[in-house]
Structure formats: structure tokens, C-alpha cells
């Protein structure tokens, strides 16, 4: 299947454990948690939203400064990298983009990503890829 995300991106989707047409072997994230270390909103909490090649997955969740946010494991299938975005959303204004982050698919490997593309605000994200 074949479809556009929301920023243009041509998404193929594959099956089985490689990429349709491709020979690429298919790599699954999961998204397991979101830290805030500082809010970008100065005056109520931020409304954060996670998107996964340019598609949301989560959100908006409300959070403080502090908080941990368990996401679960959302899971998604990619070939070679896969980005992950997190947006602070405003009420009144446009989306704040806390970041975007390219993740590549190695085997059984874990980590955090910071997002701190905003002076205002700094964001941890857990996730594994199988």
C-alpha cells in the first residue's frame, strides 16, 4: 500500500520481514516514553503531540516539567531510518516544533533522543527498534 504523509513523503509500506520490492529488511520502532526536562509553554502545561514519519501516533498529552509520559510501545514498521517529531501544540498559535529526529533500523537497539530545537524547551524520547 501506497500513501503520502502529511509532509509529502512517499510511504510504501512492506510485508513480511522485508520491504515490498525493495530487499531492505523492515525494522519496528516503539515509542516507550517522553520526558520533559523544560516546558516550552510559560504559562500552562504543554500540549505535546509525537508524530512518526510525519504521521501523529500520539498526543496532544499534557505534560509538566518533570513528567514522564509512558507511550506504551506505539509501533511502527520502517525501512532504513524513520523520523520522529515532537510538536508542542498551541491553542491560539501555530504548532511549536520541539524537533525531528532521523532513526535508523539496527537490530535490537535502544535509546533516547533529546529535542530541544526551541531555546524554551527540552524533551527526552525512549524507544527500541526490533
Known amino acids: 500500500m501506497r500513501r503520502v504523509g502529511g509532509d509529502g513523503m ?13 530487499g531492505e529488511p523492515m525494522s519496528t520502532i516503539k515509542l ?14 504543554d ?4 508524530r512518526v514519519d ?18 506504551g510501545g506505539i509501533a511502527r514498521n520502517f525501512t532504513g531510518t524513520v523520523s520522529v517529531q515532537l510538536l508542542e ?12 529526529k532521523v532513526i535508523h533500523g539496527q537490530p535490537d537497539a535502544s535509546g533516547e ?3 530541544d530545537a526551541l531555546k524554551h524547551a527540552f524533551y527526552t524520547l525512549s524507544y527500541s527498534v526490533t
Do not use: M, W
Not at 516507550?32 to 502545561?45: A, F, L
Not at 500540549?47 to 509525537?50: D, F, L
Not at 501544540?89 to 525531528?100: E, K, R, V
Open 54 to 71: 510525519g504521521i501523529k501516533v500520539a498526543g496532544p498529552i499534557g505534560v509538566h516539567k518533570g513528567d514522564t509520559v509512558k507511550l
Open 10 to 22: 512517499l510511504i510504501v509500506r512492506g510485508y513480511g520481514t522485508r520491504a515490498q520490492g525493495t
Open 32 to 45: 516507550n516514553s517522553i520526558r520533559c526536562v523544560k516546558k516550552q509553554d510559560s504559562i500552562s502545561e
Open 113 to 115: 533522543v533529546s529535542f
Open 47 to 50: 500540549e505535546i503531540e509525537v
Open 89 to 100: 501544540l498551541d491553542a491560539n498559535s501555530a504548532p511549536d516544533n520541539l524537533g525531528t
